[in-house]
């Protein structure tokens, strides 16, 4: 079984040494507890994602190229009497309230460390898509970590969030530390990557939800028998991210539970092939899907690619959006 390892944080990634954090967000006997904090968590594509075959222990070794996109979550944290959470936004219906929502399981395992009650209200305001492949659950989990550690003036260091984290979740990490970084391990071990421009994507989020665990269980249905090689990224691909080349990017993007994706929801394969026809550089399922990712030359071409999706009656809707993006940040008052 991989034991999870502090990540290696980006050292231009927002984390919770230097974002903003409210003055009076203290425990010391003068303080006041602040009324609330908020956290702005973004979404992630994984511009690469290789799959090892299934360990004793279920998970998979993977090597996981993140990039974090501008599409974000809000956390808000509140004192209150006992640990709640309440969601609005697209899908919040499909949101759990209860303490399965990793938002809730950060709280509990921050204040357990800290020898707490963890007595606070969660509100998320979601904008990332529910179980749409971008990490939107593990987005809210380091979104009230750093929200919760705020509000109860805890300064827990960067390596203890960080591996609160690796426990709540194998995309945490990077939800919390944001930027673009290789994923190791489950995907908990960071390394940071150098991104040498914005590159600009159209996201199409699809009617319903994918589960991550059904799609890595087809996916060892259809490799089973098979030799699946040690994940590792493309060198190609990592320095296509460091030159800021979105050609080169869109030749080297590649995701290896995209076959289980499409196995479960073939429709698919019509909103990859609508995005593709309209003029996207490439186009792939996001992570375990069922959002479909595609990368673009430039602002317009994404509101034209967008458009088309869209009209293309493929998907739900389509969201226009660039990268990379900061990670979970501390809003001001």
Not at 254 to 281: K, M, Y
């Amino acid at each position: 079984m991989t034991t999870p390892e502090s990540p290696t944080v980006p050292d231009d990634a927002t984390t919770p040494e230097d974002a903003t954090t409210p003055e009076d967000a203290t425990t010391s006997e003068d303080a006041t507890v602040p009324a609330g904090v908020t956290v702005r968590v973004p979404a992630k594509v994984n511009v690469r994602l290789a799959v090892g075959a299934a360990r004793p222990d279920g998970f998979h070794d993977l090597a996981n190229v993140f990039l974090a996109v501008s599409l974000y979550d809000e956390v808000t944290a509140t004192p209150a009497e006992t640990l709640t959470v309440t969601c609005e936004g697209p899908d919040a219906d499909k949101v759990p309230l209860d303490r399965t929502n990793l938002a809730a399981r950060a709280a509990e395992l921050l204040a357990a460390r800290h020898g707490i009650a963890p007595d606070v209200h969660l509100h998320i305001a979601k904008d990332i898509p529910v179980a749409g492949g971008m990490a939107g659950g593990s987005a809210d989990g380091a979104g009230a970590l750093l929200a919760c550690d705020a509000l109860w003036g805890l300064g827990s260091s960067r390596e203890e969030l960080l591996e609160i984290c690796a426990e709540l979740g194998s995309d945490v990490p990077f939800s919390l530390v944001g930027g673009a970084a290789l994923g190791t391990g489950r995907g908990e071990r960071l390394t940071a990557l150098p991104v040498g421009g914005a590159f600009h994507w159209v996201f199409a989020v699809a009617d319903g939800g994918l589960s991550t665990p059904a799609v890595y269980g087809e996916f060892d249905r259809l490799t089973e028998g098979t030799d699946v090689p040690e994940p590792a990224a493309s060198p190609v691909l990592l320095d296509a991210l460091r030159t800021g080349d979105p050609t080169a990017l869109a030749a080297a993007l590649a995701n290896d539970l995209q076959p289980a994706a499409l196995s479960l929801r073939p429709a698919l394969a019509a909103t990859l092939a609508a995005g593709t026809e309209a003029g996207a550089l490439a186009a792939l399922v996001s992570g375990s899907g069922p959002t479909t990712a595609f990368l673009v030359k430039d602002a317009e071409s994404a509101e034209t690619v967008a458009t088309a999706l869209i009209a293309s009656g493929t998907c739900r809707t389509a969201r226009a959006t660039t990268s990379p993006a900061p990670g979970a940040t501390v809003l001001p008052v």
